[in-house]
């Protein structure tokens, strides 16, 4: 059963690494921010502009944020979930042989990358949130003055 579960968690770590090698260096970066920058201006223009327009562009921002959120959540729960299973078969694995636990020890937790700086984790929700509400008013500010 442990042979059975090493080499599906091996074809995992193989897929993932080849998703990031497809999609790191510029799919996930351009989707964060690209994003982001349609939720700024639309959040802006939200509460600068009259009319219908008004209505579509708040809306707008509300979808590309959800959208943002889900799809970062979701790459963030590869992390999450395979802390959990390391850290459950750490403490199932402790009077193991030691054969096994070498085995084990080669599992690393699956990351999904962003360039080659870092992963995508539950704390870069939060840190989006504050950047895109950060220029929000910033932006807010600047043109408010026109």
Known sequence: MFAFLVVKYRHLELLLNSLNHA???L??????YICGSVVIVSLVS???IEGLLRYAMGAMALVMYI???ISFNTMAEFHVRSQALLQKRKQILGQSSPEVRRIYETLRELKIEIGSFGFVDKTLILTLTGIILNYSITFFIITSSY
């Open 23 to 25: 999609f790191s260096r």
């Open 67 to 69: 959208m943002l959120l």
């Open 46 to 48: 939200c509460f600068r």
């Open 27 to 32: 799919m996930i970066p351009a989707i964060q």
